[in-house]
């Protein structure tokens, strides 16, 4: 082998190796999604943070989408595999509206083929860094789960991602029921938001709800709280804390 083979080779399989690289860490994050039942349908709320490591770089991330006519997702982890996530949902939404014979898929379908593709994923050992939250309406029957990013999935009356399954899904076991109008649905969502602000150091003051029911998506423009850092346990956060200043 003369020398410009061998550089060929080494060049050939450089490539091979760059071809075949995994992801190894997210780069740029969003933080927590909280979705809920109520009365009419389904709520979501997600802040519009993008977390390049531990810097809020980016502060206009959408990360609620609807998919089809019965479906909305939601998505936190890494902003670029939620891109590439959602492009797959297009192309699942296209493939079928080409059958053109009356029908169209539910978020119970929908939900069922994310799991499919993040547990195929996972399996390559190649996943997608999201935790997704999908929900939907379709002929009165709401529809509520979440799929981790190694497949893990399941469904019910309310759920969270991130931080929010620390923090928030306590405070919707005590306060959430079924039968929530849309104002106490959206009240809340706004304490649980409220609160992963307070204690989530990738969460921002402005965020976003979006509405699911019969009649369609609605995805709200992005707003904030009003808060108050005044509080007893913000004024020495370290007070008797060992070996602190």
Same mark, same amino acid.
């Given at each position: 082998?003369?020398?410009?083979?061998?550089?060929?080779? *080494?060049?050939?399989?450089?490539?091979?190796e760059?071809?075949?690289?995994?992801?190894?860490?997210?780069?740029?994050?969003?933080?927590?999604?909280?979705?809920?039942?109520?009365?009419?349908?389904?709520?979501?709320?997600a802040?519009?943070?993008?977390s390049? $490591?531990?810097?809020?770089?980016? *502060?206009?991330?959408?990360?609620?989408?609807?998919? $089809?006519?019965?479906?909305?997702?939601?998505?936190? $982890?890494?902003?670029?595999?939620?891109?590439?996530?959602? &492009?797959?949902? @297009?192309?699942?939404?296209?493939?079928?509206?080409?059958? @053109?014979?009356?029908?169209?898929?539910?978020?119970?379908?929908?939900?069922?083929?994310?799991?499919?593709?993040?547990?195929?994923?996972?399996?390559?050992?190649?996943?997608? !860094?999201?935790?997704?939250?999908?929900?939907?309406?379709?002929?009165?029957?709401?529809?509520?789960?979440?799929?981790?990013?190694? $497949?893990?999935?399941?469904?019910?009356?309310?759920?969270?991602?991130?931080?929010?399954?620390?923090?928030?899904?306590?405070?919707l076991?005590?306060?959430?029921? *079924? @039968?929530?109008?849309?104002?106490?649905?959206?009240?809340?969502?706004? *304490?649980?938001?409220?609160?992963?602000?307070? &204690? @989530? &150091?990738?969460?921002?003051?402005?965020?976003?709800?979006?509405?699911?029911?019969?009649?369609?998506?609605?995805?709200?423009?992005?707003?904030?709280?009003?808060?108050?850092w005044?509080?007893?346990?913000?004024?020495?956060?370290?007070?008797?804390?060992?070996?602190? !200043?």
């Amino acid at each position: 082998m003369n020398l410009v083979e061998s550089n060929q080779a *080494k060049n050939n399989s450089l490539i091979s190796e760059a071809a075949s690289e995994r992801t190894q860490y997210p780069y740029v994050t969003g933080t927590s999604v909280i979705g809920i039942k109520y009365k009419d349908g389904i709520l979501m709320a997600a802040d519009m943070a993008g977390s390049y $490591g531990s810097t809020l770089r980016y *502060k206009s991330v959408e990360r609620l989408k609807p998919v $089809g006519k019965h479906s909305l997702v939601g998505g936190s $982890g890494e902003i670029s595999d939620f891109q590439e996530i959602l &492009r797959y949902l @297009d192309e699942l939404i296209l493939y079928d509206n080409m059958w @053109d014979d009356g029908n169209s898929l539910g978020p119970k379908e929908v939900h069922s083929y994310l799991t499919r593709v993040m547990y195929n994923r996972r399996n390559k050992f190649d996943p997608l !860094w999201n935790s997704l939250i999908l929900g939907g309406v379709k002929k009165g029957q709401k529809y509520l789960g979440m799929v981790s990013m190694i $497949g893990v999935h399941f469904e019910d009356d309310h759920v969270a991602t991130g931080f929010g399954n620390h923090l928030a899904r306590p405070i919707l076991r005590a306060e959430w029921h *079924k @039968d929530m109008s849309f104002e106490d649905g959206v009240k809340l969502l706004e *304490k649980c938001m409220r609160v992963l602000l307070y &204690r @989530d &150091r990738s969460a921002i003051n402005k965020f976003q709800i979006a509405k699911i029911t019969e009649e369609g998506t609605t995805i709200y423009p992005p707003y904030a709280l009003k808060t108050s850092w005044n509080l007893a346990a913000f004024q020495n956060p370290t007070a008797g804390a060992e070996g602190s !200043w």
